[in-house]
Protein backbone atom coordinates (compact mmCIF):
# COMPACT_ATOMS: atom_id res chain seq x y z
CA UNK A 1 0.00 0.00 0.00
CA UNK A 2 1.08 3.41 -0.99
CA UNK A 3 1.68 6.01 1.79
CA UNK A 4 3.64 9.50 2.12
CA UNK A 5 3.27 11.15 5.19
CA UNK A 6 4.70 14.58 4.99
CA UNK A 7 6.39 16.28 8.49
CA UNK A 8 8.11 19.62 9.29
CA UNK A 9 5.64 22.06 9.13
CA UNK A 10 4.78 24.85 11.65
CA UNK A 11 4.94 28.80 12.04
CA UNK A 12 7.61 30.61 11.35
CA UNK A 13 8.49 34.37 10.88
CA UNK A 14 9.05 36.15 7.68
CA UNK A 15 12.88 35.49 6.64
CA UNK A 16 12.90 31.96 8.29
CA UNK A 17 13.33 28.79 7.15
CA UNK A 18 11.94 25.55 7.21
CA UNK A 19 12.24 21.66 5.98
CA UNK A 20 9.54 19.53 5.21
CA UNK A 21 9.76 16.00 5.31
CA UNK A 22 7.87 13.21 3.08
CA UNK A 23 8.54 9.55 4.22
CA UNK A 24 7.40 7.25 1.05
CA UNK A 25 6.11 3.12 1.73
CA UNK A 26 4.92 0.24 -0.07
CA UNK A 27 7.28 1.76 -3.27
CA UNK A 28 10.67 2.99 -3.32
CA UNK A 29 11.22 6.45 -4.68
CA UNK A 30 14.53 5.27 -7.43
CA UNK A 31 10.94 4.44 -9.76
CA UNK A 32 8.82 7.77 -9.19
CA UNK A 33 9.04 11.53 -9.43
CA UNK A 34 8.38 12.86 -5.95
CA UNK A 35 6.93 16.60 -6.09
CA UNK A 36 5.69 19.27 -3.68
CA UNK A 37 2.59 21.04 -4.17
CA UNK A 38 1.41 23.43 -2.20
CA UNK A 39 -3.03 24.84 -1.30
CA UNK A 40 -3.85 28.27 0.08
CA UNK A 41 -7.21 29.09 1.09
CA UNK A 42 -9.34 29.95 -1.39
CA UNK A 43 -6.77 29.94 -3.89
CA UNK A 44 -5.67 26.87 -6.64
CA UNK A 45 -3.27 24.20 -5.35
CA UNK A 46 -0.05 24.87 -6.91
CA UNK A 47 3.24 22.87 -7.90
CA UNK A 48 5.87 23.81 -6.04
CA UNK A 49 9.09 21.59 -6.88
CA UNK A 50 9.81 18.13 -8.10
CA UNK A 51 12.66 15.79 -8.59
CA UNK A 52 13.23 12.83 -11.42
CA UNK A 53 13.97 9.45 -10.22
CA UNK A 54 17.25 8.33 -12.40
CA UNK A 55 18.38 11.86 -13.18
CA UNK A 56 17.51 14.09 -10.33
CA UNK A 57 16.79 16.62 -12.50
CA UNK A 58 14.21 19.33 -10.84
CA UNK A 59 11.84 21.91 -11.67
CA UNK A 60 10.58 24.63 -8.91
CA UNK A 61 7.84 26.97 -8.98
CA UNK A 62 8.99 31.23 -10.35
CA UNK A 63 7.73 32.26 -6.62
CA UNK A 64 9.89 29.57 -4.94
CA UNK A 65 13.13 29.56 -7.37
CA UNK A 66 16.31 29.99 -5.72
CA UNK A 67 14.66 29.91 -2.10
CA UNK A 68 13.27 26.31 -2.02
CA UNK A 69 15.53 23.07 -2.87
CA UNK A 70 13.73 19.92 -3.20
CA UNK A 71 15.92 16.51 -2.52
CA UNK A 72 15.89 12.83 -1.78
CA UNK A 73 17.63 10.27 0.00
CA UNK A 74 16.83 6.94 -1.04
CA UNK A 75 18.25 5.05 2.57
CA UNK A 76 15.26 6.75 4.00
CA UNK A 77 12.85 6.84 1.36
CA UNK A 78 12.70 10.33 1.99
CA UNK A 79 11.93 13.70 0.29
CA UNK A 80 12.92 16.80 1.81
CA UNK A 81 11.99 20.55 0.79
CA UNK A 82 13.77 23.19 2.71
CA UNK A 83 12.19 26.39 2.64
CA UNK A 84 14.68 29.45 3.06
CA UNK A 85 13.51 32.86 2.95
CA UNK A 86 10.16 32.43 4.10
CA UNK A 87 7.65 35.10 3.33
CA UNK A 88 3.78 35.41 4.27
CA UNK A 89 2.83 34.53 0.30
CA UNK A 90 4.78 31.07 1.33
CA UNK A 91 1.80 30.42 3.67
CA UNK A 92 -0.33 27.17 2.57
CA UNK A 93 -0.99 23.34 3.50
CA UNK A 94 2.09 21.43 1.70
CA UNK A 95 1.39 17.98 0.07
CA UNK A 96 4.24 15.63 -1.14
CA UNK A 97 2.97 13.40 -4.20
CA UNK A 98 4.43 10.54 -6.27
CA UNK A 99 4.16 9.85 -9.80
CA UNK A 100 5.34 7.08 -12.12
CA UNK A 101 8.55 7.00 -13.66
CA UNK A 102 7.66 8.50 -16.92
CA UNK A 103 6.16 11.74 -15.80
CA UNK A 104 7.52 14.93 -14.71
CA UNK A 105 6.50 18.13 -14.01
CA UNK A 106 4.48 20.43 -11.62
CA UNK A 107 0.84 19.93 -12.83
CA UNK A 108 -1.29 17.95 -9.89
CA UNK A 109 -3.19 15.38 -12.50
CA UNK A 110 0.40 13.73 -13.24
CA UNK A 111 0.78 12.61 -9.49
CA UNK A 112 -0.97 9.59 -8.22
CA UNK A 113 -0.41 9.23 -5.09
CA UNK A 114 -0.93 12.56 -2.18
CA UNK A 115 0.06 13.05 1.48
CA UNK A 116 -2.20 14.40 4.02
CA UNK A 117 -0.56 17.72 3.97
CA UNK A 118 1.42 19.37 6.34
CA UNK A 119 0.50 22.94 7.50
CA UNK A 120 3.01 26.25 6.83
CA UNK A 121 2.71 29.50 8.36
CA UNK A 122 4.36 31.97 7.52
CA UNK A 123 3.56 35.35 10.43
CA UNK A 124 5.40 38.23 12.27
Known amino acids: QVQLVESGGGTVQPGGSLRLSCVASGFTLNYYVMAWFRQAPGKEREGVACIGSTDERTEYADSVQDRFTISRDLSTNTVYLQMNSLNPADTAEYFC?????????????????WGQGTQVTVSS
Open 97 to 113: AAAPLIRFGLIGELYDH
